[in-house]
């Protein structure tokens, strides 16, 4: 079962991750669903160290959907003049700069809320809320993106950056989508539609890596059997294979201008989720 049920959590991190519909919330019923079919409960604190470790599959799938990217841009910030417009060094250093001020307001969260978070994932009822917070805000996005904002990457500023930031905070926790909420917060400021997947994607990434920075260093070594590592990175190399996909499937939604569509899906999953008491 141990198996199965870290491929099955690496299957729903990868599909959840960059799809609008908290890929913490639906990770932390999957594992409520096999803790009752087994009848071994897991703490929060187990299992947010999971969640996070399976994020850096996603991280990885992220880094390899925008590795020409991510080429031009170390290129560009090596001197290069032999690069496409908008990954000159001057672009390179400014987006790395927006995603740092995006990014500084989880630093305090991180610091000093690790504790109540934890507590979050002991049962669903937090992540129910969570989803139905998110389905307001991704209701919000069918008149966000009525018509494709005029912001690019270099009409973005440095207060755009500094609200899509403060508007990630709530992705900690359990039932809210980092995606979505980032992505609603960037339609809201007057980016493009583009820009606004291609921002969130991009502050993901410290983002997730400060996460699983900040549970290793508080990481009890007893946790660190063989099983669990190689459970652990089985279901993270599923997560990242599959995240890839998503990131394609969320591109192709946000562009078409219907991401509000998942607000249905999260209202009616909150609706069951509730039903079902405190823990499934």
Known sequence: MAWLEALVLGLVQGITE??????????????????WLTGVT??????????????????????YYHRKSIVQGCR????????????QRADVVRAGLLAAVATSPLV??????????????????????????TAAVLMATAWLSRKDGAKGPREMSWLDALLIGLAQMVAPLPGVSRSGVTIAAA?????SRAQAVNFSLLIAVPAILGAVVFEIKDLN???????????????TIL????????????????????LWCFSLYLILLAIIVLSTGARI
């Open 239 to 258: 997560a990242g294979v599959v995240g890839y996909f998503a990131i394609i499937w969320l591109t192709r939604v946000v562009r078409s201008g219907r």
């Open 42 to 63: 897991k703490s929060g604190k187990e299992n947010l160290f999971f969640f996070v470790i399976l994020h850096i599959g996603t991280t990885c799938a992220i880094l």
């Open 221 to 235: 070594p007893s946790m660190l059997t063989a099983d669990k590592l190689a459970h652990a990175a089985a279901g």
């Open 187 to 191: 339609l809201a400021l007057g980016l």
């Open 108 to 133: 305090p969260f991180a610091l000093f809320l690790k504790k109540p978070l934890e507590q979050t994932f002991e049962g669903t009822t937090v992540a129910a809320y969570g989803f139905m917070l």
């Open 76 to 87: 560009g910030l090596s001197g290069s003049e032999d690069v496409s417009p908008g990954f």
């Open 18 to 35: 960059f799809l609008p519909v908290s890929s913490d919330g639906h990770l932390l019923i999957t594992e409520n669903l096999f803790a």
